[in-house]
């Protein structure tokens, strides 16, 4: 099952906000990013529902930028929503509530953990280091000729099926 990347950015919004941390834009853009990466890397399928695209500042989710780009460089301050018309309401995007998602929310919990202190600016750099799915795309695939160049899931796969090995190596 995939999911809405605006349901996990606000899922870390709201530990940010637990924690009382704030978070920009670029942080949330790349949290969600890795998040996936991380995924596909562990799991073989995908977090979410749209696809990575390579801009010329790194990886993006379209959805998640449009969503927070107006908070530009400061912390965000809601949540993404959207309208539910049944009753002409905006409704918080969120990740269902089924109790056997917990795996899911722990493994984002992780992902927190792990970068979550993190600024926008380290998680930039670790996003767009030679050999990153991002770097690959944009520089060796032409992406930087194309607007909305995709990152495809087998490159982002295969990429964080390396890091998962190469930390595995360093464990030992």
């Known amino acids: 099952m995939t999911y809405e990347p605006k349901a996990i950015a606000n899922f870390f919004l709201a530990l940010a906000e637990s924690e009382g941390r704030a978070i920009t834009p670029l942080q949330l853009t790349k949290l969600v990013y890795l998040a996936h990466g991380w995924h596909l890397g562990l799991t073989g399928k995908p977090l979410l529902d749209e696809s990575p695209e ?6 993006v989710l379209p959805s998640v930028y449009h ?44 992902i927190w953990r792990i970068y979550g202190k993190r600024t926008g600016g380290e998680l930039s750099t670790i996003t767009h280091l030679p050999g990153t799915p991002w770097y690959k795309t944009w520089f060796e695939l032409g992406g930087k000729d194309r607007r909305g160049a995709v990152i495809s899931n087998d490159l982002i796969r295969q990429h964080y099926i390396e890091l998962k090995e190469r930390n595995a190596g360093t464990a030992k």
């Open 54 to 59: 390579a801009w010329q500042y790194g990886p």
């Open 67 to 110: 969503e927070f780009k107006s908070f530009g460089n400061e912390p965000i301050t809601r949540r993404a929503s959207e309208m539910d018309w049944s009753n002409f309401e905006e409704k918080e995007i969120s990740l269902p509530t089924d109790p056997s998602l917990e795996p899911l929310r722990n493994f984002l919990r992780s």
